[in-house]
């Protein structure tokens, strides 16, 4: 499975839900994450993000995103459309330690 990973918190560009095609990105207030029951392993999505926050679970260090990942799409809605990301998207964009300071 591919995880989403700190660097989308608080940038939240969505554009790797435009090239999903399973549909499996659910939607927290400051971040998304992947289903990885549901993730197909295309890989699509990887090249797609801007924060590059998308990577796939074999890299080395990830367990802690491939947990958050799990606990939230079983929480969060599922998100289907690409919607307008936040407008200060780009001063969080290689902020360090955001999952601690601002994860929802
Ligand atoms: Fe996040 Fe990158 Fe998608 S910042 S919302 S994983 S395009």
Redesign the pocket.
């Known amino acids: 499975t591919y995880v ?1 990973t700190d ?2 918190i608080k ?7 435009e090239v999903c095609p399973v549909d499996c990105f659910y939607e927290g207030e400051n ?2 994450v992947i289903h990885p029951d549901e993730c197909i392993d295309c890989g699509v999505c990887e090249p ?4 590059d ?2 990577k796939p679970d074999t890299e080395p260090g990830l367990e802690k995103w491939l947990q958050v990942n799990t606990e939230y799409a079983e929480k969060w809605p599922n998100i289907t459309a690409k919607k307008e990301p936040p407008a200060d998207a780009k001063t969080f964009d290689g902020e360090a330690g955001k999952f601690e300071k601002y994860f929802s």
């Open positions: 989403v660097n989308c940038c939240k560009y969505m554009d790797c839900i971040m998304l797609e993000c801007p924060a926050a998308i």
